[in-house]
């Protein structure tokens, strides 16, 4: 991909793409954080649960505007790239935050 093309992309498509390996890198970093008895595996793991949202969210704008002919031209399959990289890590974070909620709520953490 040259200068030109890389212009007519946009902005979501690329955010997508680089905020779901952002999503991949960080929750390996939290696992190996935990793993190894490292500082701030939760930091990690929110960070991560972030960068997936963030993923998912400009993937799916990326894709209404493609679809709608907004985009100038290209972008689908970063867009596809993002949603694919970020709803695993979005959706995989959701029940460790159900537990902690639900541990919070009983007394028995906090």
């Known amino acids: 991909m040259n200068g030109p093309e890389l212009e007519q992309v946009g902005p979501s498509p690329?955010?997508?793409?680089?905020?779901?390996?952002?999503?991949?890198?960080?929750?390996?970093?939290a696992a190996y954080a935990l793993r190894?008895?490292?500082?701030?595996?939760?930091?990690y793991a929110c960070?991560?649960?972030?960068s997936g949202l963030l993923a998912v969210v400009a993937g799916h704008r990326a894709r209404a505007a493609i679809r709608s002919g907004r985009a100038r031209s290209g972008g689908g399959g970063l867009a596809r790239?993002?949603?694919?990289?970020?709803?695993?890590?979005?959706?995989a974070v959701l029940p460790l935050i159900?537990?902690?909620?639900?541990?919070?709520?009983?007394g028995v953490v906090g």
Not at 15 to 29: H, K, Q, R
Not at 36 to 43: E, G, K, N, Q
Not at 84 to 89: C, I, K, N, S, T
């Open 36 to 43: 190894a008895a490292l500082p701030l595996p939760a930091l």
């Open 14 to 29: 690329l955010v997508a793409a680089a905020a779901g390996m952002g999503a991949w890198s960080l929750a390996a970093l």
């Open 81 to 91: 790239i993002g949603l694919w990289l970020g709803y695993p890590v979005v959706l």
């Open 98 to 106: 159900g537990l902690v909620v639900f541990f919070v709520c009983c």
């Open 47 to 50: 960070l991560a649960w972030g």
